[in-house]
């Protein structure tokens, strides 16, 4: 079949940078004119300013999100012999990051509906080796981390948060990083508040471990050519530091025009068979990623391709079967079934604040145009079903 015009893109960056273009240029040409490319004024002020939209006291700027958690992690000294509980529904680099910091990442399944780490599997999951856990923030719903902290409590472990996708993200009125804890960030372009490259930033209120942070993106060096620990290379630099400033102001707009968009979809997808997600009541959600639930989401999405809708698989393999991880003899069950079945059910609509009305209105004419001419069934109950059950597809 020929390819279709691309109506909805699944990610427009060069729409959002159009809006900013003018700002944008000047803050860029300013940073190219001072000479000043890694640390510096330009990094200090956005790290400032990030701290303060999070609620943190301190925010570290890093090269990437993935080396956040990484330095995270062993800034806190968990290392060789140390179990780190990690959600099975997640970006690869959750799990990476603490195999790089030395220690072990033991996969939790996650609640059917939330699709976050279940708190009970969690506490299952726990072993005499285990010291911490790493609740990721997916899909930029914020997780109510309270029995997270009562397992903290219970058994003595840390907690690093993974909030890559949830910049602005409150549960209730607490924003997510204003908890003081260490909390990692990922400004990979395509996320809530990307940069124009690579970057990433650790947010927390401890001064002692934000000054060791310090330390360890920068070599180990706490003074130029001293070098007090083996460290890493792990900076962010002015260039992007200051398209992050020039950013930063619009988050709040932006995650609201997500929240939007998304109401208008959940609108039109409630009682279908498309399960869209739960918008939580008095929490902000913000969107990074629209994942609804199909019980014949190849179809769909091979449906919303045609008509030219672009989508993605938010994540289409467990990282327990990953080729990475499928050899690791981890403690805890194998079989992770929630987040198993979810693998073959889940699919990602595009969602940015850039989206026009006229290409909301494409996407859902194109979703009940699905529903009506295939008659997917309802995905099936997690809870109830064993996962061995065949779906039938009405097609
Ligand atoms: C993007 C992402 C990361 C890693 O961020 P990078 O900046 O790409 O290294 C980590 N965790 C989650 C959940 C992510 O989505």
Known sequence: MRNPVIRVPFVDLKAQYAGLRE???KAVQNVLDSGHFVGGPVLEKFEREFAEFVGANYCVGVANGTDAITLAARVADLGRGDEVLVPANSFFATAEAISNAGATPVFVDVDPTTFHMDPA??????????AAIVPVHLYGRAMNLEPFEALAAKYNLLIIEDCAQAHGASIGSTRIGSSGRLTCYSFYPGKNLGAYGDGGAITTSDPHLTKQLRILREHGSPAKYEHSVVGWNSRLDALQATVLSVKL??????NSARRDHAKRLVGALTGSPIIPPVIPEGDEHVFHLFVVRCSCRNELKQFLEQKGIQTGIHYPVPLHLTGAYQALDAPGPRSKPVTEGLASEILSLPMYPELSEEQISDVISALQEFIHLFRPTTPRDFMTEPASQTISYNI
């Open 249 to 254: 102001p619009h988050m709040t707009k932006w």
């Open 23 to 25: 700002e944008m240029n």
């Open 121 to 130: 599997l969690a506490e299952e999951a726990i072993t005499s080796r285990t």
